[in-house]
């Protein structure tokens, strides 16, 4: 384990949710946090005063907007030594009834906001030749059986791409990357101020209805994942010489991961003599 103490973390999306339970465990804890939000004064009420605390209004899809950010919290702390992308939110509809542009803001905040940090963080952690970056996916980004979930999940299948890229891209800097892919939690991300349904649904998808009705309503509040443990989580991550790629959180993403895995072996074997047999004959 390497000592977090003098570490300096960045975490978008703060104001509520697992990037909100991160930045206050990480203050409780004596360290160094800078933090972002659409809103400066909903990210100051959540968080409250502390010394080493540095709250930042921040547009992640402004690379100026998060480029001045990056650069406020190297001046106040003189550096930044890791890096949480949190800041997304939920889209639930079937992949017929969202419209383009819903289905474009969802990519715009998940994945491109993610790519706006990355790109304007690099050139400090790359000079100092250390870092770790976390981008928080989904389990809904490893597997995406979950009707009604298809655009969002299709966002966080791409944060799991370019995060196994990224970490091999950055590893001969000294810089690490990690996916972090939650199961369900006991946040707000299910309230409809965290997640976004159709503007004109289609009643004809029945089953569509019924994941939403029951995300909304059943799921909601009672998430077995508990934020604080994912938080500490997190924090022993980045304590880590070697950290995971791949980091799945709470029992169910675990579970789901296995399945996934399961069935991706039984295709493959179920179709490998002729799937196999492609080549061009010696």
């Known amino acids: 384990m390497e000592n977090s103490n003098q570490k300096v973390w960045y975490i978008t999306g703060a104001s509520k949710g697992l990037g909100l339970a991160l930045a206050k ?5 004596g360290k160094k946090v800078a933090a972002t939000s659409r ?18 209004a921040v547009n992640i899809l402004s690379e100026e907007s998060v480029e001045e950010s990056i650069k406020n919290t190297v ?22 009834e969202l419209t383009d542009a819903e289905t474009r803001q969802n990519f715009d905040v998940n994945v491109f906001g993610s790519l706006n940090v990355i790109r304007k963080v690099l050139p400090y952690l790359r000079e100092q030749q250390s870092g770790h970056i976390f981008n928080v996916s989904s389990i809904g980004g490893f597997t995406g059986s ?12 791409a944060v799991q791409g370019f995060t196994e890229s990224l970490a091999e891209e950055v590893k001969d800097f000294g810089i690490k990357a990690t996916i972090v892919s939650p199961g369900y ?19 004809e998808y029945k089953t569509v209805r019924n994941v939403q009705a029951a995300h909304e309503n059943e799921i909601n509040g009672n998430q077995q ?3 604080q443990k994912a938080a500490l989580a997190f924090i022993k991550t980045a ?15 675990y579970d789901m991961a296995e399945v996934k895995i399961q069935a ?14 492609t080549g061009y004959e010696s």
């Open 25 to 29: 465990q990480l203050l409780s804890e």
């Open 39 to 56: 809103s400066l004064e909903d990210l100051k009420e959540a968080v409250g005063e502390n010394e080493n605390f540095l709250p930042l």
């Open 75 to 96: 001046e106040r702390f003189g550096s930044i030594d890791v890096v949480v992308n949190n800041a997304g939110y939920g889209l639930a509809g079937a992949l017929e």
């Open 146 to 157: 979950f009707p009604g979930f298809g655009i969002y999940c299709a966002t966080k299948f």
């Open 185 to 203: 939690f006991r946040t707000n991300f299910l309230n409809d101020s965290s997640l976004n349904v159709p503007k004109n649904q289609l009643q």
């Open 225 to 227: 994942g508990d934020p």
């Open 239 to 253: 304590d880590m010489h070697n950290p995971p790629v791949h980091l799945f959180l709470g029992q169910d993403a």
């Open 264 to 277: 991706v072996r039984n295709n493959m074997e179920a179709v490998r003599e002729f799937a196999t047999a």
